[in-house]
Every structure is written in structure tokens, then in C-alpha cells.
């Protein structure tokens, strides 16, 4: 299985039970340039690392580097990113929760694997205020994923969804205010304060229509993004000079039920397109990636589920 191409140092990886899902999660962080150069200088004898994942990618990201056109073993990672989170890789784990659990492992760690693990980093303000009584509470908080919600009243295409930010208030009832001492409603407001260099947006396709675990469905409905995107409507201050043009270079797409299915990434290396499936490895299209807005009836097509947005060049 050849898996590497004369422009682009990278390779498959070998599929086992455990790690499937986390194959194409390693081939959109090895995309990551920040990343993939950061990751090389970790000190492998730095005992002040409370866990063994900075080490394991780094060998990893080596590996895929100098692959010899043969497919990399992830598994070392895997045995990692288990004992990190104490539990172990289901074969059906979310590609979420495995970027999340690499990315936190990073975070967590010290020196340079902190700074990595920080390159996704997002700072949030939520913003309620009581319509009884006008007082407004804002609550901090940091992310490392932006999360892009489906519905029949949402926008389908990607830049359209963003602009929506502009007008980002939800509404609920039922609320006890503990200022007026009164029964209201609150106005609820997201905002994000600050953009990483690079952004990863989560598109939920999978949500519950009932009370029980039966109920999780999938939908592959169509759900455009385009290669440049403008993240200023999901800014606090959308007029404030900041860098908020963002150009694609990843996605993770997913074929097959909540419950049964297979993970490819779709990966950009100087303007050319590849397509990641475990082992295999070829140059694809953009008509390809675009080819993932949607499932169709049988949900057999990948459809883009995470994407990877980086800041435009002519920002940098």
C-alpha cells in the first residue's frame, strides 16, 4: 500500500480495531504546518510531562514524515491517548472526541505541547440578561472547536450559517431571575473575543429526535462551506482590525449510521487536494471534498462532519 505522493511527505496509517477514527484525525493535524513544525522540537526527555501523547505524535508525525512509502502504525498513540483519558478508543468513538482528547492532552502538558495544544484556542463570552429587570451577567470561557448546528430553519451553506452570528440571541422561558426575585425570560447572546490561528468547526449532523439512545439519527442533508470563509459576524466587535479571513485545508468526512460507519479526511498541501482513507492515500479534487456536503438517501457517501480552517496567507 503506497500511500505517499512525490509532493507531499505524509502516509497512510495502518487500520486496527481501536484506531480507524483516530487515522483521519492524525492526517488533519499533520496538515496543521504550525503543528507539524512545533511538534518535532518537543524535548523527547522532558520529565516534566504528565503524559506520553506530545512524545507519541511527535514519533508519529516523524514517521508519516519520512514513511518510505509504507503505512504508519498509530498505535503507540492510541495506547497514549488511552491512558491519558483512562479509558480506552471505542471502535466508534467520535472524531470529535478524539481531536478534543489529543488537542487537551497537548494543552495540558508542558513547554511547546502547551503552545500546540493552545493553537486552537477560542475565547467565548456568553452574555444574559434578564428581560425583567435588564441586569446582563457575562460568563468567560475557552473552546477549541466551533460548533455548527442543522435545522430546518438554518442556513445550509456554510457562510451564510456564520453571518447569522450577528443576530445570535436565543430566547427561553421559565427563568428565575436572582436579582428581581421574579419569574422572566432571559436574552441570551454568544460572542467570540478572540480567533486562533486555526479554526475547527464541527457540523452536527447527529442529534436526538426521541428520549432514548435508539433515537440518535444521523442526517446527511446537504450543508455547503466554501474554501475562503469570513468569521467577523462571530466576532464581539465584527469592526475591530482583526485577521477574520480563513481558507479551508482539512476535512473530516463520515459514511455510514450514528452507529456503524468509516472516517476519511480530506487534506489541502500547497493548493493541492488529498484524500486520506487509512492506508491508502491519492490526489483528489475540490470537486471531491465538495462531493461531502451531502450523504444522499443512504447515507453510503461521506459527508464532511469537522472542518479545518486556517488563517488566509495574505494575513499572515
Not at 261 to 285: I, K, N, P, Q
Request: aromatic share 8%; proline share 3%.
Amino acid at each position: 500500500n503506497c500511500c505517499c505522493t512525490e509532493n507531499r511527505s505524509l502516509a497512510g496509517a495502518t487500520r486496527q480495531q481501536r484506531s480507524w477514527v483516530i487515522n483521519s484525525v492524525v492526517q488533519v493535524l499533520y496538515g496543521t504546518r504550525e503543528l507539524r513544525d512545533l511538534i518535532r522540537l518537543v524535548d523527547d526527555h522532558d520529565h516534566r510531562s504528565p503524559n506520553r501523547v506530545p512524545l507519541k505524535l511527535k514519533r508519529l508525525i516523524y514517521d508519516m514524515t519520512e514513511c518510505n512509502q509504507s503505512p504508519c502504525d498509530p498505535s503507540s498513540l492510541v495506547d497514549a491517548l488511552t491512558s491519558y483519558r483512562g479509558a480506552p478508543f471505542d471502535v466508534q468513538e467520535d472524531a470529535d472526541v478524539v481531536f478534543k482528547c489529543i488537542i487537551n492532552a497537548l494543552a495540558d502538558d508542558c513547554g511547546l505541547a502547551n503552545k500546540i495544544g493552545r493553537l486552537w484556542d477560542i475565547d467565548n463570552e456568553d452574555r444574559v440578561r434578564c428581560l425583567g429587570c435588564n441586569t446582563v451577567q457575562s460568563t468567560l470561557y475557552k473552546s477549541n472547536t466551533i460548533t455548527v448546528s442543522m435545522g430546518a430553519h438554518l442556513p445550509t451553506e456554510l457562510q451564510d450559517y456564520i453571518k447569522l452570528y450577528t443576530d445570535n440571541t436565543f430566547t427561553t422561558c421559565d427563568y428565575h431571575c436572582t436579582h428581581c426575585h421574579t419569574g422572566t425570560q432571559i436574552e441570551i447572546t454568544s460572542k467570540l473575543l478572540t480567533l486562533p490561528q486555526v479554526v475547527c468547526m464541527r457540523i452536527e449532523r447527529v442529534r436526538n429526535i426521541g428520549r432514548d439512545t435508539g433515537d440518535i439519527v444521523k442526517t446527511g442533508t446537504r450543508f455547503a462551506f466554501p474554501e475562503t470563509l469570513d468569521l467577523k459576524y462571530i466576532m464581539k466587535d465584527p469592526e475591530a482590525m482583526l485577521d477574520t479571513v480563513y481558507k479551508l485545508y482539512a476535512v473530516v468526512a463520515h459514511s455510514g449510521s450514528h452507529y456503524c460507519g468509516h472516517y476519511t479526511a480530506y487534506v489541502r498541501d500547497h493548493d493541492v487536494w488529498y484524500l486520506a482513507d487509512d492506508a491508502h492515500f491519492r490526489v483528489c479534487s475540490w470537486e471531491d471534498v465538495k462531493s461531502t456536503y451531502e450523504a444522499g438517501s443512504t447515507l453510503c457517501n461521506g459527508v464532511a462532519y469537522m472542518l479545518m480552517y486556517h488563517k488566509h496567507p495574505s494575513w499572515s
